[in-house]
């Protein structure tokens, strides 16, 4: 009987995978890369892609921590228009149906320079 326990316990750890690594949320920016150097006359174009998890809605689009607008796409492409010479940081976070953020997110900076 013991045997019996004894695999039966083998079987049930040895096929658990944990759900929370299926379902946690992430965030990759793919344009512009982290510390770009941008054009000032040029309109930014976002290009990212989101997994929600469990707890994630809809994402934020954040520039220099004023939120700028609500991504609902899984995966996209958004203009954020031009910038202002200096530093910038760009953001994208997942947050929950109360537009809380729940974590997961990217930040890049970027640096607006006009050019020669």
Request: hydrophobic share 40%; net charge neutral.
């Amino acid at each position: 009987m013991r045997t019996a326990y004894v695999l039966a316990a083998s079987l049930v750890l040895g096929c658990y995978v944990p759900v929370s690594l299926a379902a946690d949320a992430s965030v990759v920016i793919s344009s512009p890369v982290n510390g770009a150097k941008l054009d000032p006359k040029t309109p930014v174009k976002l290009d990212y892609e989101v997994s929600m998890g469990e707890k994630g809605d809809h994402t934020h689009l954040y520039v220099d921590k004023s939120e700028a607008l609500t991504l609902r796409g899984l995966k996209g492409a958004h203009s954020i228009g031009t910038l202002s010479p200096g530093q910038h940081e760009i953001c994208v976070k997942v947050v929950n149906k109360a537009h809380t953020p729940i974590g997961a997110q990217q930040c890049i900076k970027v640096s607006v320079e006009p050019t020669a």
